[in-house]
């Protein structure tokens, strides 16, 4: 439910294309885990991301961070 939420928010203007699609990416692979994933389903998220893929989720957490400050 809460990939479909923020898919419904959307990004604010001004996010770069990149960072847009890293988001996209991002929540698609969050989407795709079984309901009972684990952590370490969690850390292997990005395992069968292309390398632009892997390049904009990189950008979309790289704008976030700067953006919202870092979380971690």
């Given amino acids: 439910d809460a990939v479909e939420k923020m898919r ?3 990004t604010p203007e001004g996010i770069p294309d990149d960072a847009r699609h ?3 990416v991002t929540l698609t692979t ?8 684990t952590a370490e389903d969690l850390t292997g ?10 390049a904009d989720a990189k950008a979309f ?3 976030l961070d700067d953006e919202c400050g870092s979380i971690g």
């Fill in 8 to 10: 419904e928010t959307g």
């Fill in 22 to 24: 890293g988001l996209e």
């Fill in 30 to 37: 969050i989407a795709d885990l079984p309901d009972d994933a």
């Fill in 45 to 54: 998220l990005q395992d069968d991301l292309s390398d632009d893929e892997k």
């Fill in 61 to 63: 957490q790289t704008y």
